[in-house]
């Protein structure tokens, strides 16, 4: 008897001992999804957290580095931080660190965006996070475009237009002609760089480095035409229009003063009346260009591409570039 009740016993210690188990085991599961719950409530709460945080250095970030030319719904220096999310949004965030580390040209009103390339990527993208938060139902004070569509200017040709040129000093300027001509012509050098042929719909060919959509038809050498007579590289003085074409005034060394008139005759040629004085010796001009035009002189001897001009001569003489 007592080994049968000993057995009941032990099935009821074995069953209770099975319960406590369950129990147990019930309750350390409930301990760690208690646990889990913490966890997840921890980690969404910082995230949440993190996020605000995040934010406000987004935000303290943004008024130390951007501020200065970006505000959140007008245009400034720079576009509105309104444009900026439109651009950019929560997708574009690796286009957006590309952009600020190494900016390009894209408004030509606006000058080019300096590069930000000390700022860390952790505080782009907590200023990426600000400059979408901070605009959210926001929308541009002045209208949604950033720019008016390009309208060409209705300017009677030629004109001279400033820009920065490749190939050429900073210090250039463009004179457009008819039949999509454009000449740059180099206020460093006192000299004709090269001729391309542009489309007028689009000015912004005219600015930025690299914007030239063609590759030029015609260059000429890097050294001033009046090279022979002086070692100095010549001094600009300054252009005037003589009936809207350009006419260049520089000075060599000597005493020597030269004006270029720049212009496009009726037939397409493009004239270079020279006006020079101060001469008092022989000079010679290199006539070697590049590309698809020849240049000759109405005056003076040539020879192997070299034109000798006496000194009346060269007071006043014509080189004209041509179709070959
Ligand atoms: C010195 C002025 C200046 C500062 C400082 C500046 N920007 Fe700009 N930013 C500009 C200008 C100007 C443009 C427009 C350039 C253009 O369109 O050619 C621009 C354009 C942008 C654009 C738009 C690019 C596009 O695709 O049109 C973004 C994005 C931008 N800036 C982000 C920033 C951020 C982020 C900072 C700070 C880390 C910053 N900028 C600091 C002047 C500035």
Known sequence: MSSGKGLIQRRESVVSCMEKTQLRMKHTYGRLRALVRIILLGGASGLALSTAF?????????????????????????????????TYPESSLDEFKKWVKNPGKKDPRM????????????DLKDIHSFVLNSTRGKTEKGGSKRFPDFVEPKRP????????????????????????????WDTEICRIRYIWSNSRTNLNNYFGPNKLQVEPYHKELREPLFLTLSE??????????????????YKLDGGVEVRELVKQAENGEIQRHFTASGITEEIKINLSVEGK????????????????????????FTLTLNAK
Not at 55 to 81: K, W
Not at 306 to 312: A, K, M
Request: hydrophobic share 40%.
């Open 111 to 122: 000058i080019q965006m300096p590069a930000m390339g000390h700022v860390s990527d952790a």
């Open 54 to 86: 995040g934010e406000e250095i987004g935000e303290r970030a943004y008024q130390t580095h951007c501020m200065a030319c970006h505000l959140v719904d007008v245009r400034a220096v720079g576009p509105s931080l309104v444009y900026i999310a439109q």
């Open 293 to 316: 035009l020849v240049m000759t002189s109405d005056s003076g001897r040539v020879q192997d591409n070299w034109l000798t001009l006496t000194p009346s001569e060269a007071s006043q």
């Open 232 to 249: 100095e590289s010549p001094e600009f003085l300054g252009y005037r229009l003589v009936d809207r074409s350009p006419e260049f005034h």
């Open 157 to 184: 040709l030629p004109y001279v237009v400033r820009g920065f040129f490749p190939d050429a000093s900073p210090a250039s300027v463009a004179i457009v002609m008819k039949n999509k001509v454009s000449v740059c």
